[in-house]
DNA sequence: AATATAAATGAAAACCTTTCTCATTTACAC
DNA sequence: GTGTAAATGAGAAAGGTTTTCATTTATATT
């Protein structure tokens, strides 16, 4: 029950919250912009307004229940945090994303951080390619 | 002489190309944003509009002559291309930028493309997190 | 050296994603 | 049920970047 999760997070159990949970959790695909969600509430019947849609995924994200990716030149796209990290690939042609972990990435990071004087906060990788179908 | 490297690149020799190329080359900072070019102009007695400056970018960056870096959440950065690819540290506190290359992550990158079917045309790394010099 | 022409420029408007403002509505503790 | 703080919707605003369009400039040609 999303309520269930809204309260465990500390948030008020509103409409627009359990919406945009439900699409996240019932959604085809696992990354979405804004947008993608606004249309997906659109489709759903629900006119729950774009700036709301925005200030719950920030919320979610700030409570642990999404997480952000930042992608190259586009707007931000959100995932269901599933308490794995995992970075991406993202096609150029279809805009599909795959995902990946790599324990060797991970450590080579945190060993270029700790080689250069840094402590780490945060790091984004990102691959971009043609994916499978999208080749010809 | 930098005429000849906007010639070789294809491009005609103009005022603002031939004074944001030499504002590139000698800035103390080798990671620049368009307003930081633009206000280094300025400071120059350069009367180039930032427009005009944006569109030097770009095309110097599809001339090969520079990359773009972009950053999380922020402006573009631009620095002049030295052929050798490298990724980047960002201090999350000074804004500073420091570069690493690192061939087991450029490697494993690959084969992680290689792996999931994707032909790989592009890749961006970011390590975040506090410099030196900003760890209290 | 003067001319023609396509390309480049400056200023301002437009764009696009995201955030903010503020009046109204809602959730929830009492 | 009531009261109050929090959440919402609509639209304005923000901030970086791109576009538009009239004017200027680089360069090929005479
Ligand atoms: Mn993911
Ligand atoms: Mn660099
Ligand atoms: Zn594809
Ligand atoms: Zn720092």
Known sequence: MESQDLRKAGLKVTLPRIKVLEI??????????AEDVYKALLEMGEEIGLATVYRVLT????????????????????????????????????NQIEEFIDEVIEQRQ?????????QMTDHSLYIYGICRNCQS
């Open 24 to 33: 996240l959790e019932s959604a085809q695909q696992r990354h979405m912009s």
């Open 59 to 94: 919320q979610f994200e700030g409570a642990g229940l999404v997480s952000r990716l930042s992608i190259e030149g586009g707007h931000a796209v959100f995932e269901l945090e599933d308490g794995s990290h995992h970075d991406h690939l993202l096609c150029v042609r279809c």
């Open 110 to 118: 945190r060993a270029i951080a700790a080689e250069k004087g840094f």
